[in-house]
């Protein structure tokens, strides 16, 4: 049994796959698996994965049709075999000492998962670190709830939309448990950001978890990756996401924070679509203001509880004031470059 399987799902990222691969492969921690997950990808990546395979026999490679991100991290379950499981996107990378310290302060503090901090690139070659953490920290038992929602967003009148990054990239969790629970990925297709429901699936069976301050992922700046491309049907994501994690958590606590989720996501969403060049702009704000799901998330999130650039947003949006929003969006906009 390896110490960790490190599965990288793989969709046209030929120009990334050694800068991750390499990082990976020369982990201070040897005794790792690395199964890299070939999702249909339609450029050289899956010679590329056949030839690592041939190289390190720590290396499994699956080849299969394209559905995405998540399913592609569910095939690597399928066929895990190590003491934890971790997942790196392939077109990031991660520093050398990552997984042997992840590894060593899990068995160290006998926790159920262990997270790092991690730097951002926010421009080509400027990057900014996470800081989530001021010095490592453990949360144990009825703890690791709180960490939890802290980590769908942040509870009612706090000025941050979250305190605790929900990408499932910078840490490592027990394989025994992703089984006892039959813990998977939703697809991204359906939902948004499919990290979260998997986040709460793990840690509502967690008994403790550490998260270290230091920072050893790379999350990398790439225009072509799918999380950076505008789609108008991601409002629908956003409602599918919120449906199904208030099927999981719907406890007032819980609620308050999947629609302060919810919120910043669809504003992100506006002030996103405020800034595309699509000719039909406002019909789309104003067939999403005028959605049934506002009169359910106004009867439980309070304007008030929300920091007044957000709050302002929230309340055009509540009385579908179209037009204010669309340009509320366009001078926020100008103001956050």
């Given at each position: 049994m390896p110490k960790i399987s490190i599965i990288v799902p793989i969709y046209n990222v030929e120009k990334y796959l050694d800068r991750c691969m390499q990082s990976l492969l020369n982990q201070t921690l040897t005794d790792i698996e690395i199964i890299m997950v070939d999702d249909g990808s339609p450029d050289r990546c899956p010679q590329m994965c056949d030839e690592y395979a041939k190289k390190d026999s720590r290396i499994k490679v699956?080849?299969?049709?394209?559905?995405?991100?998540?399913?592609?991290?569910?095939?690597?379950?399928?066929?895990?075999?190590?003491?934890?499981?971790?997942?790196?996107?392939?077109?990031?990378?991660?520093d050398t000492q990552m997984y042997e310290s992840l590894y060593v302060s899990a068995?160290?503090?006998?926790?159920?998962?262990?997270?790092?901090?991690?730097?951002?690139?926010?421009?080509?070659?400027?990057?900014?670190?996470?800081?989530?953490?001021s010095e490592n920290k453990v949360w144990e038992n009825g703890d690791v709830r709180s960490f939890m929602l802290d980590m769908i967003a942040s509870a009612?009148?706090?000025?941050?939309?979250?305190?605790?990054?929900?990408s499932?990239?910078?840490?490592?969790?027990?394989?025994?448990?992703?089984?006892?629970?039959?813990i998977r990925f939703y697809s991204e297709r359906e939902i948004v950001s499919e990290d979260i429901p998997f986040q709460i699936d793990f840690l509502q069976r967690a008994k403790t978890v550490i998260y270290l301050q230091k920072s050893y992922y790379r999350y990398c700046l790439n225009g072509t990756s799918l999380t950076k491309k505008f789609k108008i049907d991601k409002y629908n994501g956003f409602k599918n996401l919120r449906r199904l994690l208030l099927a999981k958590q719907n406890d007032d606590a819980s609620k308050a924070r999947i629609d302060r989720l919810f919120i910043g996501y669809c504003r992100s969403f506006v002030y996103r679509l405020a800034n595309s060049d699509r000719k039909d702009r406002i019909k789309v704000l104003r067939g999403i203001l005028s959605d049934y799901v506002w009169k359910d998330v106004k009867s439980s999130y309070n304007a008030k509880w929300l920091p007044l650039y957000a709050r302002i947003c929230y309340l055009l949006m509540?009385?579908?004031?179209?037009?204010?929003?669309?340009?509320?969006a366009k001078v926020m906009n100008v103001l956050r470059k």
């Open positions: 699956i080849h299969k049709s394209n559905a995405g991100l998540g399913y592609a991290r569910n095939s690597g379950l399928e066929i895990a075999t190590g003491e934890y499981v971790a997942f790196v996107d392939s077109d990031d990378y991660v068995k160290k503090e006998n926790t159920d998962a262990a997270f790092c901090g991690f730097y951002t690139e926010i421009r080509k070659g400027k990057w900014v670190e996470s800081n989530e953490v009612p009148y706090e000025k941050q939309e979250r305190k605790y990054q929900m499932v990239w910078h840490s490592i969790y027990s394989l025994a448990i992703i089984r006892t629970g039959n509540l009385h579908h004031k179209t037009y204010l929003v669309y340009f509320y």
